[in-house]
Structure formats: C-alpha cells, structure tokens
C-alpha cells in the first residue's frame, strides 16, 4: 500500500509560480509512474503531467506546456510539480497518483489506470 502526501499548494498572483511535492511512503518508489491530476469546481478530474518509473519520459497536457514542469527524486520518494506562468484556469485541486507498472509500459493519462491518490492541495490563482 502505497501512501501519498501532497504540499506546496496555495494562493498566488496571475504570472506566478508554485512548486508542489508529492512525498510518498509504503512502497518501492521507483516502480512506479507519478502523475499530477487536477481538479476545478464543476469539472472532471484533468490529467496534468505524468513521469516514467525511471524518469526518462514525461508527457504534458497541452495546456500546461511550457509552463510547468514534473520531476522525481528516487531517493526521497519525492515527485514535484513546478508551475510557471500561472494562470486562473490552473485553479484547481491537485492530486497525486501512483502506478505501479513494468518496465516497458507507456505512460498513462487516465485517472482509471492509478491505484494510489494523494489527498489533494488547493493552487488558487488571482487575478
């Protein structure tokens, strides 16, 4: 079982940025995808960034490119989110996710495919 802890969230100025963490415990980091979902009032829960077991591979929604930026550190258990630029459409509830997966398995973007949820930080972006 694989525990989650979400940080770093909160209110920040339109152009600003926020750097999120994602420690975990109960499990071997590293054979797992991390990924950052998000979720606004009224809204389904939106794929944000994901990155490979191993750190190699990351892949974006389209959105946030350019601007935000997922990394890991296998030693801390530790996944990051850092945001840029930010906008009032990145307002939302951040989670964290966890997928255990073989070697060779792609990165996934569906909120289905994750077994393991953080609890989610508030990022509110002001105009």
């Known amino acids: 079982q694989v525990q989650l802890v979400e940080s770093g969230g909160g209110l920040v100025q339109a152009g600003g940025s926020l750097r999120l963490s994602c420690t975990t415990s109960?499990?071997?980091?590293?054979?797992?995808?991390m990924a950052w979902f998000r979720q606004a009032p009224g809204k389904d829960r939106e794929f944000v960034a994901v990155?490979?077991?191993?750190?190699?591979?990351?892949n974006y929604v389209d959105s946030v490119k350019g601007r935000f930026s997922i990394s890991r550190d296998n030693d801390k258990k530790t996944v990051f989110l850092q945001m840029d630029s930010l906008k009032l459409e990145d307002t939302a509830v951040y989670y964290c996710?966890?997928?255990?997966?073989?070697?060779?398995?792609?990165?996934?973007?569906?909120?289905?495919?994750?077994?393991?949820w953080g609890q989610g930080t508030q990022v509110t972006v002001s105009s």
């Open positions: 996710a966890a997928r255990h997966v073989i070697l060779t398995a792609a990165t996934s973007v569906r909120p289905a495919d994750y077994a393991y």
């Open positions: 109960g499990g071997t980091f590293n054979r797992y995808d």
């Open positions: 990155i490979s077991r191993n750190g190699r591979n990351t």
